[in-house]
């Protein structure tokens, strides 16, 4: 370890910058900084010497060129128990730079609108902000590389404990964290060049660099003998999974995550109502809107009561304490909404082991990204299966019966549902709640029987939602069976008429919405 001495400040993003350079100041270190953070750090009172002024070389080409000098760089990347290194920076007036504290210009701010100036979005490339990380990071031995605010009070404590040294421990965390942030800089840069075509950006560039970040490791993955960890997006705002912070419970296992997210964006489906939601191996097996959540999550759980036991559940409100002491009553893995009455966490707090989550306040608004999927050497990688709504502003009659409207919004609340349920998939629902669900079966009259089957209310009078086509009569037929009154589907097999027919002859009122709604 080497005794820190000299500091190089430059930072686009400024919060907390002032304080922790008068604090370096307190403790002997001379600091050096460029344009704008110089003469932040100057008006709040801290000394500073210019770049410039060390370099004997004036800023060039309107800013463009600052930190890129040998006595910089130099500076930075001397080895300290190198003679010859000592040897040559002596000879050339350097000083040892060991603290290096950087962060980027706005890459990312800037081309998030789909309309980019890219004569602004070249301007804010830095290229000697990522410069200065790659060289201090890597020279981590002897250099202290600093690119988050958060990290400033961890750097001052070391020093002070330390009388004025860095353990290499910090160092090392520290230079892995300032790899990574030149790498998703990179990332940004390069996905938003390889995504323009004519100047204008598409959808899916000619290459693409993702970038997460670990949020946790894992108990294990699908199956104890699977190691796993949960990876994120930094810059996700959207409420998800991802943002969400657990407030009691067990370590969160893979399936947990996987299954709260399916839990989670099928609440969101419904903005206007109390909804819940209970999911069981990625598939809801109740789902209702109510009045309040306790008798939504009662008349959600009354769709399948066997299934729901150890399930995940969602809810888009806040759970109050009637709810909870329900919730409590059972055994349930995880529970994901957006806020907790005290008297709800008082009652839920009993059950020590039940993973309790709180998103941020659910935006009901755009949403937007990718969906990527695995596979061996590859990834598929696509928009995000958003609509829903949108689907019965087109919608299509073609029985000679149409629905009333009850069976409209029963269509509705179906369509929603059947959105997130493993294809070939079928939901029958009746007055906003789900009756019976069949998911995931090869053959789609197959998932008609298992949902008449798994219903543990009566189905006479309810509704039925197909994700994708009946290819044959047979679902129609079964439908009928059961009392099913109105069904939604895609239409366009090339054997809709029979499908019509069947349902004009069982006196069924059926629309088409044209958009299929296939989950893999």
């Not at 950006?201 to 993955?221: A, D, I, Q, V």
Request: glycine share 6%.
């Amino acid at each position: 370890m080497n005794k820190i001495e000299r500091a190089l400040i430059s930072v686009w993003k400024k919060d907390g910058i002032s304080n922790f350079a008068r604090e370096l100041k307190e403790l002997g270190i001379e600091i050096l900084s460029t344009g704008g953070t110089a003469k932040l750090l100057k008006d709040a009172g801290v000394n500073v010497v210019d770049i410039s002024e060390y370099t004997q070389s004036p800023e060039l080409l309107g800013g463009r060129v600052k930190t890129l000098h040998p006595k910089i760089h130099a500076g930075i990347l001397a080895v300290r128990d190198n003679e010859s290194h000592l040897e040559e920076m002596k000879q050339h007036g350097i000083k040892p730079i060991d603290i290096v504290v950087v962060n980027f210009y706005p890459f990312e701010d800037v081309i998030k609108s789909d309309e980019v100036d890219l004569s602004e979005a070249i301007e804010n490339i830095d290229i000697g902000g990522p410069t200065l990380l790659r060289a201090a990071a890597k020279n981590h031995r002897y250099v202290t590389v600093v690119t988050h605010p958060e990290d400033y009070k961890t750097v001052i404590n070391e020093l002070k404990k330390n009388k004025g040294f860095i353990s290499p421990e910090l160092n090392m965390r520290l230079a892995a964290k300032a790899f990574s942030y030149v790498s998703r800089y990179d990332a940004a840069i390069s996905n938003f060049f390889n995504s323009l075509e004519n100047g204008k950006k598409t959808k899916f560039p000619s290459s693409l660099t993702l970038y997460f970040e670990k949020r946790m490791k894992l108990r294990y993955g699908e199956n104890p003998h699977q190691e796993g960890a949960f990876y994120t997006e930094p810059w996700i705002e959207e409420p998800c999974i991802s943002n969400s912070v657990q407030i009691q419970g067990k370590e969160l296992s893979l399936n947990n995550i996987y299954d709260a997210d399916a839990a989670l964006e099928l609440v969101k489906e419904f903005p206007s109502n109390v909804a819940c939601v209970i999911v069981k191996h990625n598939n809801p097996c109740g789902v209702a809107i109510a009045e309040n959540p306790v008798t939504a999550f009662l008349r959600a759980k009354e769709c399948d009561p066997e299934s729901a036991f150890g399930g995940i559940v969602a809810f888009n409100t806040e759970v109050d304490e009637n709810t909870a002491t329900e919730l409590a009553s059972m055994f349930l893995e995880v529970v994901i909404a957006p806020g907790y009455t005290d008297k709800a966490l008082d009652v839920l707090s009993t059950k020590q082991n039940l993973r309790i989550l709180k998103t941020p306040p659910l935006d009901f608004g755009q949403k937007s990204g990718f969906d990527i999927k695995k596979v061996v050497g590859g990834a598929l990688i696509q928009d995000r299966d958003l609509r829903s709504e949108e689907d019965f502003k087109e919608l299509k009659i073609v029985t000679k019966r149409q629905p009333t409207v009850e069976e409209l919004e029963d269509l509705k609340f179906a369509w929603k549902v059947c959105k997130h349920v493993k294809s070939n998939a079928i939901v029958l629902a009746r007055r906003g709640q789900t009756v019976g669900i069949g998911a995931g079966q090869m053959s789609r009259v197959d998932s008609v029987k298992i949902a008449v089957m798994k219903a543990r209310v009566p189905t006479k009078g309810a509704v039925l939602a197909s994700d994708a086509f009946f290819p044959f009569r047979d679902g129609i037929d079964e439908a009928a069976k059961s009392g099913i009154t109105a069904i939604v589907q895609p239409g366009g097999s090339i054997r809709d008429k029979e499908t019509i027919s069947a349902a004009d002859e069982h006196g069924i009122a059926m629309v088409f919405t044209g958009i299929r709604h296939f989950r893999h």
